[in-house]
């Protein structure tokens, strides 16, 4: 007996060391995803509530046809942290289908997911019912989910059912299939998720569950659950920290730290951050009053987000010097009579160390002046600024240490650029494609009228018209196929290079030929093929250059510095050599006068682009004024002084 004890005994110690190793996990990372089809409803904000309140997070695969009707709530629950997925436009078994209609399927729901949510995200794929094959996959080109927990809620439509089906089944790692359809199954899965808590279970989205148990999700494979395995459990998405100290330079400074696995975005109006309105945190930066900032940890924007830091900020500083320049003097003042003013005069920072302001400064052009207040019972003040171009100009928002500082200063003293306001330029700002057309018109300095033209969206009254026509007739631009010029778009970079290619061309430059130019960034089949040979030519001109990662970005918008710099890097090149003057030649005496010669039918060049397939600019384009765009949202510390 002892003898068959001792080798069952042996026999399990054997076993056993052939059994994988299991990395043992701590207390809070059993995990588990919730996922809910075929929404959203009526049910479904109900349903974010109790997921609010329980801190959980799901996934929601969601039909076209019904986020149509909706929107607000798709937007909703990704705003919230949830992950927001296609559940195909109206749930047909997709491999029934031909390859054309499961693309119909898919991109019409991408589509409306996208233009509830604002922006152009990556949707995973649950095909409808659980029928899949490799094409559907292939087509989809994402990962795709099934589920290893099916509640049956769609049958049973009893929240106790739900209940029990969901904890009999559910384990760490599981995937769970319900609808959003009944209230049964929102209350019933609620239920659940106390109860699972309680055991120490953590609700996250699909991508996190994968993400964090070290499995990367590949493209055209359909997953199934992520049980423990050797990998472990990875740690969540650290919240961020906001941490705030006096700067000597004026304001507050403030010091976010994030997940070191992914990226920190932040903003400062109390809004949720979002890709349209996060500033990417790359350092600390300071404000200069009273704000509310909220940053978030991402590392995927639709499904591996941090939980939201908020920091009130409160703040009183002193009053900003206001600076004035005449006849080579500078002189400040401030609105409170005790304040002390400190100031630099080479574009340098100033802090509560700088030199004191006791009396006017002779400056010369081309230099910048900051300068900030510190007073009794306030912090210090933003810093205000003032530039002086050679030219004798003034620019408040920008400093002779910009990298754009040269061109910019140059087109604003030969009139191709006017602020946005008086002595405001605005460089960070998008420029629209009617702001370009007016710095080409201007360029050229031609007073002769142009042929009206009738772009559908265009008014003959607009500021830009006469600019606009000129460029029509010139063939810089043509428009788009429906007839429209969209003057109020963010220009993007391609169609940035097809007009200054075209103002080139137009004024006799040597261009150089082909699309070989383009080759050299790594996204050229992004750039569009009516494109190629402007963006090559002006690569190979070194009027435009590529971002540090190698790539074009031709669909980015430009801003107001990066389009000046490039237009003046265009104007610095070789001057056209000039038409040679014939010899002359014997006339016989023209017995009757010349006949005319009818002049060559001009060929246009393609439009800049097909029918624009981009989505909505993010921030609706300002009514324009006179000057190219109205003021922007004044930047902390800048002193603008309108004249009457």
């Not at 490799?134 to 049973?156: E, R």
Request: net charge negative.
């Amino acid at each position: 007996m002892r003898k068959k004890l001792l080798s069952l005994l042996l026999a399990l110690v054997m076993v056993a060391a052939l059994l994988p190793t299991v990395t043992s996990r701590a207390a809070g990372e059993k995990l588990i995803a919730v996922t809910f089809d075929d929404g959203p409803s009526q049910y479904t904000s109900t349903l974010l509530d109790g997921l609010k309140q329980r801190g959980a997070k799901a996934t929601f695969f969601m039909q076209g046809v019904n986020a149509a009707s909706y929107p607000a709530v798709v937007k909703r629950a990704w705003l919230e942290g949830h992950q927001v997925c296609s559940h195909t436009y109206n749930h047909p078994q997709l491999t029934t289908l031909s390859s054309d209609n499961i693309r119909s399927q898919l991109t019409r729901t991408d589509s409306i997911l996208d233009n509830a949510i604002g922006l152009d995200l990556s949707y995973m794929l649950r095909p409808p019912y659980g029928s899949y094959n490799q094409n559907v996959l292939n087509i989809a080109g994402v990962p795709c989910l099934y589920w290893s927990v099916d509640t049956l809620d769609w049958k049973s439509r009893n929240a106790d059912s739900v209940y029990n089906q969901f904890l009999s089944a559910a384990r760490d790692g599981s995937v769970v299939l319900l609808h959003d359809l009944y209230p049964t199954s929102v209350s019933g899965a609620l239920r659940a998720i106390d109860t699972l808590q309680s055991r120490g279970f953590e609700f996250v989205t699909v991508d996190e569950l994968f993400y964090r148990r070290g499995i990367t999700m590949k493209n055209a494979t359909i997953y199934f659950n992520a049980y423990p395995g050797s990998a472990g459990t990875a740690s969540g998405i650290q919240t961020p920290g906001i941490s705030k100290a006096l700067s000597p330079s004026g304001g507050l400074q403030i010091t976010i730290s994030g997940d070191s696995r992914g990226s920190v975005y932040y903003t400062t109006n109390g809004d949720t951050p979002t890709p349209a309105n996060a500033q990417k945190y790359t350092g600390p930066f300071t404000v200069n009053g009273s704000c509310t900032i909220k940053a978030v940890s991402v590392i995927h924007w639709n499904s591996i987000r941090s939980k939201v830091a908020t920091e009130t900020i409160e703040y009183i500083p002193a009053p900003a010097p206001v600076l004035r320049y005449e006849n080579g003097i500078v002189t400040m003042t401030d609105s409170n009579p005790s304040a002390t003013m400190h100031y630099t005069t080479d574009g340098s920072v100033p802090t509560v160390s700088s030199a004191v302001y006791t009396g006017p400064i002779a400056v010369n052009p081309g230099s910048t002046t900051r300068a900030l207040a510190e007073a009794q019972g306030f912090g210090p003040s933003a810093v205000s600024l003032l530039t002086v171009t050679p030219g004798g100009n003034l620019m408040r928002d920008v400093n002779v240490k910009d990298w754009y500082y040269e061109n910019l200063a140059a087109a604003v003293d030969q009139g191709i650029l006017n602020g946005t306001s008086p002595e405001v330029m605005s460089p960070n700002q998008s420029l629209t494609r009617a702001m370009l057309v007016t710095m080409l018109y201007r360029l050229d300095g031609t007073q002769e009228a142009a042929a009206p033209v009738s772009y559908s969206d265009v008014k003959a009254d607009a500021w830009y018209y006469q600019a606009l026509c000129w460029a029509t007739a010139n063939g810089i631009v043509n428009g788009y196929k429906d007839g429209t010029f969209l003057p109020n778009a963010d220009i993007n970079r391609q169609e940035l290079c097809a007009m200054i290619y075209r103002y080139l061309h137009l004024k006799g430059y040597a261009l150089p030929e082909g699309e070989a130019g383009a080759n050299r960034f790594g996204d050229v089949q992004s750039i569009g093929s009516w494109a190629r040979e402007y963006v090559a030519a002006l690569s190979d001109l070194k009027v435009v250059n590529g971002y540090g990662d190698g790539t074009f970005g031709p669909k980015r918008g430009a801003t107001r510095a990066e389009a000046v710099t490039m237009l003046m890097r265009a104007m610095a090149l070789p001057a056209p050599e000039p038409e040679p003057t014939p010899e002359p030649t014997e006339t016989p005496a023209p017995t009757e006068e010349p006949t005319e010669t009818p002049e060559p039918s001009e060929t246009l060049e393609p439009t800049e682009s097909p029918a624009p397939t981009e989505e909505p600019a993010e921030t609706p384009a300002p009514t324009e004024e006179p000057a190219e765009t109205p003021a922007p949202t004044q930047e902390p510390g800048r002193i603008v002084i309108v004249k009457p």
